[in-house]
């Protein structure tokens, strides 16, 4: 790993990957715990059944918790485009963050340039495209909310990972079901839920988060999707 400074404190919490199963999805969280040393212990714990592959401290400390190569456990029951077995199939970075239970905050710069780093190795170790680098409460809209609104998807596209949206046109029709499903979310029927529309508001319109599919949100969602999808 270029020019990262890293610790090292292995977690026990892991298995081996689905056979023939591509590492494709680079998947952010908080911690969403009091302080940095509760959440090591708790992805150390082989109790608590948790884990990821790096921890990220506010300071920009980066830890190597689980080698890339084993199938980390934090993504837990989730889906994107199809898929649900998404631990075998990601790499997991915790970012130590109060989370919105215990006093969320934003995410100093010093971690998100840690972040950055280590997200640009991750890339260049597997073949991550843009588009499949997501929140936890991207995969998992009905239980998770990390990293949050608080969390700049915007800067840390400018550093080469991630999308942002393209400005889009206020005059853009589109069906928001179908865009929010090209994009990845699971959307069954015609109707995007209230826990999916308000996942979609956080990654990509975080001044306003309110799970309404208003004109500016449909708007976005047909943007992102013609970005990963053109037409």
Known sequence: ???????????????????????????????????????LDRLCDPASQVSAHWLIEEDGTIWSLVDEQHRAWHAGQAYWAGETDINSRS??????????????RPFPAAQMEALASLARDIIARHPIPPHRVLGHSDVAPDRKTDPGELFDWQWLARQGVGIWPQAPSSGVRSDPAEALRRIGYRVEGD?????????????????????????????????????????
Not at 205 to 222: H, K, N, Y
């Open 1 to 39: 790993m270029s020019r990262l400074v890293y610790q090292s404190r292995p977690s026990p919490n892991f298995g081996p990957r689905a056979p023939n199963t591509p590492i494709d999805i680079l998947l952010i969280h908080y911690t969403g715990m009091e302080s940095a040393k509760a959440a």
């Open 91 to 104: 790499i997991g970075i915790e970012l130590v963050n109060p989370g919105h239970e215990f006093g969320y």
């Open 191 to 231: 109707i995007p839920s209230l826990a999916v529309i308000t996942a979609f508001q956080r990654r990509f319109r975080p001044s306003r988060v309110d799970g309404d599919l208003d004109r500016e949100t449909i708007a976005i969602a047909a943007t992102v999707a013609k970005q990963i999808c053109p037409e």
